[in-house]
């Protein structure tokens, strides 16, 4: 091989290979900038106003206006997400038919469903069967031919309806409908974090809140992961944990309210019980829990004894009327988000997760 021929192959491979490097530093911009409008805008709130030069966000609002946002954003997305459907069913359902649909011209929906009708002698034994079980009242103490129109032009929206969402379905299901608008976080919590152990970057404006349950085997299993996310994560994100029970007097109960006056004595000590704790009850099994369900505290005692916590302080605390209180207020309030399912639960920024650990630990790795 000649010395010329040589050269020219170095410079087309040295050509390929910075092509090779910018085209791979665009894909991972561009999809960085997709995960970030996707994921990280929402978290660190939406920019609403610039006033005297402070930007005022989401996340800067006070719990009653950062709800009444949160509910503008959900209904907003609702709306947006109905358009969206039935624009998609409309381009289907036209193509079906072989009708042009283009930017000047899309079918409206009502021209393209053609169902049957509900007949009358449904809408009859509709209204029979309404009646039987909750009296003529129910529809205002009219008799049918009263209630007869009204009744059929409900019935038949609610069947197109049915049809379309059907449709709406399978549409995604087989691949040929995708949203592309994300879903908002959900509604916020109306809780008093400051009551609750806190660790990790206590100054970040990005805040990991986990729900758990000592004595549910959800919590217990995920226990480990959450560990290893605060050790990836903890210079970049705080972490709080709210020790949860959805059963009073119950070991839950017990454990929930240990947790609590653990965190009296301070954030350190807390977690050395947190972790005490699950180290306790991993190793044993339900037998030994029932045998001992008449004395719920001496199980809670005696994690903490192999604390540093002052047992007397700790014994008080737990017994107290002050400490059962806010372990119930706080059940109530989580209760009151038809999101939440109990622990294990996760929250961003007071705003509800449904998704997995995995895909919050992807989340935390674009901050």
């Known amino acids: 091989m000649s010395v010329k021929k040589f050269f020219q192959i170095i410079v087309l491979f040295s050509i ?36 005297e030069d402070k930007i005022w966000t989401s996340n800067d609002l006070p719990y009653d206006l950062f709800l009444e946002y949160s509910i503008i954003e959900n209904n907003y997305y609702k709306s947006l997400k109905n358009f969206a459907e039935k624009l998609a069913l409309s381009i289907s359902m036209s ?27 449904d809408a009859k034994k509709y209204y029979d069967n309404l009646v039987s079980k909750y009296g003529t009242n129910i ?26 969402n059907n449709k709406i379905e399978e ?52 226990h480990p ?8 994560f903890s210079r970049k ?26 965190n009296e004595q301070g954030n350190t000590i807390y977690w050395d019980f947190y972790k005490k704790s699950f180290e306790f009850l991993n190793k044993y099994s339900s037998d030994y829990y029932n045998k001992e369900i ?14 540093d916590l002052k047992m007397d302080k700790f014994s008080l605390c737990l017994n107290s009327n002050r400490t059962k209180e806010i372990i119930i207020r706080t059940h109530n309030l989580l209760n009151e988000s038809t999101e939440f399912k ?22 935390f790795n674009n901050f």
């Open 16 to 51: 390929g290979l910075i092509f090779g490097i910018i085209l791979t530093y665009f894909i991972f911009i561009k999809n960085s900038f997709i995960f970030n409008e996707k994921y990280i805008n929402p978290v660190l709130g939406r920019k609403l106003i610039n006033f």
């Open 95 to 121: 193509q079906d038919l072989r009708k042009d649909v283009n930017s000047n011209f899309i079918p409206k929906l009502k021209d393209l469903i053609k169902i049957e009708g509900v007949k009358e002698t």
């Open 139 to 164: 529809f205002g103490g009219q008799a049918f031919d009263k209630a007869k129109q009204q009744l059929l032009f409900q019935l038949n929206n609610e069947k197109i309806a049915s049809f379309s």
């Open 171 to 222: 549409l995604i299901n087989i691949g040929k409908l995708r949203l592309l608008f994300e879903s908002p976080l959900g509604i916020p919590a109306n809780i008093d974090y400051s009551l609750f152990p806190k660790r990790g970057n206590l100054d970040s404006n990005i805040t990991f809140i986990s729900v758990i349950d000592f004595i549910d085997h959800k919590s217990r299993d995920i």
């Open 225 to 232: 992961e959450i560990e290893e996310m605060y050790k990836k």
């Open 237 to 262: 994100i705080r972490f709080i944990n709210i020790p949860y029970s959805n059963l009073q007097n119950s070991l839950n109960d017990d454990f929930a309210k240990g947790a609590f006056c653990a």
């Open 294 to 307: 008449k004395n719920l505290n001496n199980i809670v005692l005696s994690v903490a004894k192999s604390t």
């Open 342 to 363: 109990g622990a294990p639960a996760f929250y961003l920024n007071k705003r509800f997760l449904l998704i997995s650990l995995k895909e919050i630990d992807k989340i």
